[in-house]
């Protein structure tokens, strides 16, 4: 089996919507809105007559690029799908429908009746397992239970609006319940204007973390602006961030205004923040204290009313015991705290994010001929050690659609991946016993040669303080 990303390739797609009157001997309180995704047209259509007489509203899909749309857009209340769906992997639509629209319930059909497929059914979030050929008034038990809830719990049929649209609006992927926890604590944020404070590794999307919680709160219909602080030289950062006046400096020809005031009544995300020179702080500093903002060269205080987001990837602690960083500014920016997982730590989440980049890439490179990825590809893909996260994956998708020659990927042209295995330099079974303290130092080389001594990146990994990274590098001196 082929995992396919190409809209162009997939079955035409059939809908059509069964409105029945309800068999009052099948008392269903409301009408439901039910999507059955099925290969097979007639079969579909034939369970949906079936159904109507519950008082279901059936919708067919025959596509796998079809049911992401529907789910995505159409006011469903229940799926009912097999295990497997237009030549996708076993299992693979159900996670995908879990990972953008976890909350919508799931029947899985299959006529092998297996109860070992049943229980990797429930384990993946199906609310239901059930064998075909279906029994309707058994299925519209299941449905009747599944979508007691429907009205609170029913996907939206329209795009959001720009004000209170949530997390969505901006497609965090939330297969794993790490990612489901952090969409959740990014609702609750997105509700005030406190200081947010994001964390995490070099990759791992940091920045539409930060755009969900403007899109999500009442600052929505305003500006949201971004700013790698690190990107950018420390003598036109202060000009960039707070403005100028004209004459401020050789080149200040016209007036700037500055992120600060084109962010009004927005959000600034102040990217790698622990990369802010420090003489610049205390300016941030009245920003988030009093709202003020001086352009350089001016006498005169202005004030803007904006939510400032900071994101980095470093240990603003040991930047702080360094004399690097304001231990008050860290203060005033850690208001909220938020941390971004690595990849890694999130493994069920790459399957949905191939699916999305796949589709993207093809967009953009049309004359590719790759639209799949086989099984085997796709084992390296979730097992990869992702070293650069989310953004590594990205560009590991686009480079093989790039360059691929034939329409489906395979391992072969995977073969460039970090893998999770440790390499020869490791003991084998018959190897001299080694120390602990040696093991750990081996060790530590392992992870700072994968991560191009990226210390704090290689902390991430081994799950330590970036301070007690620095302790064990000394202590092998």
């Not at 429930?122 to 239901?128: E, I, L, N, S, T």
């Not at 796709?378 to 590594?392: C, D, I, K, Q, S």
Request: proline share 5%.
């Amino acid at each position: 089996m082929n995992w396919t990303g190409d809209p162009d390739a997939a079955i035409p797609v059939q809908l059509n919507r069964l409105d029945c009157e309800r068999d009052s001997s099948l008392p269903m309180p409301q009408k439901i809105r039910a999507l059955i995704a099925d290969d097979n047209v007639q079969s579909a259509q034939l369970l949906a007559n079936g159904l109507a007489r519950g008082n279901c509203v059936c919708d067919l899909a025959s596509s796998r690029d079809a049911i992401a749309n529907e789910t995505q857009y159409l006011a469903c209340d229940v799926l009912i799908c097999d295990v497997t769906v237009s030549g996708m992997r076993e299992f693979a639509l159900l996670d995908q429908v879990k990972a953008v629209c976890p909350d919508l319930p799931v029947i899985v059909g299959s006529s092998t009746g297996s109860i070992l497929e049943a229980v990797e059914a429930v384990k993946r979030g199906a609310f239901q397992y059930i064998e075909k050929p279906y029994n309707i008034g058994e299925l519209l038990g299941f449905i009747a239970d599944a979508t007691a809830d429907a009205p609170r719990r029913r996907v939206t049929t329209a795009p959001p609006s720009r004000e209170g649209a949530g997390v969505t609006q901006v497609d965090l992927v939330q297969g794993s319940a790490i990612m489901r926890d952090l969409a959740q604590s990014i609702a609750l944020v997105a509700r005030s204007n406190a200081a947010v404070l994001i964390l995490g590794e070099s990759g791992t999307g940091k920045e539409r973390v930060a755009r969900a919680i403007h899109s999500g709160g009442s600052r929505a219909r305003h500006p949201f602006v971004a700013v790698n602080t690190s990107a950018i030289p420390e003598q036109l950062l202060e000009s960039e961030v707070f403005g100028h006046v004209r004459g401020a400096f050789t080149g200040a020809t016209q007036a700037r205004r500055g992120l600060l005031l084109e962010a009004h009544e927005g959000t600034l995300l102040l990217d790698e923040i622990g990369d802010m020179p420090i003489g610049l702080q205390p300016k941030l500093l009245r920003v988030l204290q009093f709202g003020e903002t001086r352009p350089v060269g001016s006498d005169r205080i202005g004030h803007v009313d904006v939510r400032i987001i900071a994101a980095t990837h470093r240990d603003l602690n040991l930047l702080v015991h360094e004399g690097r960083f304001r231990e008050d500014l860290r203060y005033r920016l850690n208001v909220i705290p938020l941390v971004v997982p690595p990849l890694r730590e999130r493994r069920e989440d790459i399957l949905p994010l191939v699916t999305q980049f796949l589709q993207e890439a093809r967009a953009r490179t049309r004359a590719s001929p790759v639209d799949s990825i086989n099984d085997e590809a796709m084992e390296l893909l979730t097992r990869a050690m992702w070293p650069g996260n989310v953004r590594e994956l990205e560009n590991t998708i686009e480079r093989v659609v790039v360059l691929g020659r034939r329409a489906v990927v395979t391992a072969q042209e995977l073969t460039f991946l970090e893998h999770t295995e440790p390499d020869d330099s490791w003991p084998g079974i018959d190897s001299a016993p080694i120390s602990l303290k040696q093991m750990n130092q081996r060790y530590l080389d392992w992870v700072l040669a994968r991560t191009d001594g990226d210390k704090a990146r290689a902390a991430g990994i081994l799950k330590i303080d970036l301070s007690t990274l620095y302790r064990w590098e000394r202590a092998k001196r």
